[in-house]
């Protein structure tokens, strides 16, 4: 069995599953557990599937660290539901949803998948500096593409994105990312800086998309030579070297914005899959009511064990 390290993007797929499946599954009091039964399901496919040996639930300690902010006050911006002084704000999460993260958190513990955070970064960073400090292949499961700048086939580095959902995941590799951006995977941080996300609240360079931006990574292999080219007056038309030279601000601060952490200090974290506590799981499937769910992610990890 080879050993391979699967990360989960965990809130991009606990947001999923809640959308995704009904809110008439309830626990015995009458929460909704669907984002809980969902992500059952997920992590029982994904490891069916990939077959990874180790795997990490990667967690937001910060969904919206500060020093982001600064840099680009917009970031995220639209999706906080209350600044907090020194601390995390607040994000605008449903509060069905929200009253399900304490059981998520339990059935990941009863799994036996850690859950690593890092104060003041996101599950972004924490993944990409696992990812970087691995020595085995990794699979990142998310539906960021942000994290298709992780992507390194040398290193065994893949994404299975979920962005059209799990029934059509794709498994993406430097060809298949080329191929869809027309942009190397190491280029993807400067494409996005450039083609903005608004999603993020990254507001990009004002009519520069993702074709211009493409070109210009072509012609000039990465954002500071495209600066370069513009300060010079070479190897664009008057009208893109305008629109650059006037987004200068943005673009000296947007690579730090969007450019994953890598070298995060991680705790220690047993990530190899071992068969679960039968007791500790068959209390927690009666509590919440996850039954055949939970069965299911824990044979998938007993089969992998």
């Known amino acids: ?77 639209h999706r906080v539901a209350e600044l907090v002084e020194a601390a995390p704000d607040v994000e605008e999460v449903p509060d069905p949803l929200e009253a399900q993260i304490p059981v998520i958190r339990a059935e990941l513990d009863a799994l036996g998948i850690p859950i690593v955070g890092v104060a003041q970064h996101e599950a972004d960073d924490v993944i990409a500096s696992f990812a970087a400090q691995s020595g085995m292949p990794v699979d990142v499961v998310t539906g960021d593409r942000d994290l298709f700048q992780l992507v390194d086939d040398a290193r065994g580095i893949r994404v299975i994105y979920t962005g059209r959902g799990m029934s059509n995941l794709e498994v993406l590799d430097e060809a298949s990312v080329t191929a869809k951006y027309r942009v190397l995977p190491s280029q993807y941080a400067d494409y996005a800086v450039l083609r903005g ?19 210009l990574l072509a012609a000039h292999g990465d954002l500071a030579g495209i600066r370069a080219a513009a300060e010079a007056g070479d190897g664009m038309t008057a009208g893109i070297r305008a629109k650059l030279l006037a987004a200068a601000d943005y ?42 769910s939970l069965d299911r992610a824990v044979a998938a990890i007993s089969a992998r064990s």
């Not at 991009?12 to 984002?35: C, E, K, Q």
């Not at 996300?197 to 070109?215: Q, R």
């Not at 969007?258 to 509590?287: I, Y």
Request: with cysteine; proline share 7%.
């Open 197 to 215: 996300d608004a999603s993020d609240g990254l507001p990009g360079v004002a009519g520069i998309g993702e074709k211009t931006a493409a070109t």
């Open 251 to 292: 673009l000296a601060v947007a690579p730090t914005v969007v450019e994953v952490v890598r070298t995060l200090d991680l705790p220690d974290a047993d990530a190899r899959l071992r068969t679960p506590d039968a007791a500790v799981t068959a209390a927690l499937a009666t509590e919440w009511s996850l039954g055949s």
């Open 1 to 77: 069995m080879t050993d391979r390290l699967m990360l989960l993007d965990t809130a991009s797929l606990y947001f999923r599953a809640f959308y995704g499946v009904p809110d008439t599954v309830t626990a015995p009091d009458g929460r909704p557990v669907n984002a809980a039964r969902g992500l059952l399901d997920m992590i029982a496919k994904l490891l069916t599937t990939y077959e990874p040996t180790h795997i990490v639930a990667c967690w937001d300690d910060d969904w919206r660290p500060q020093w982001r902010v600064d840099l680009i006050p917009s970031y995220k911006a």
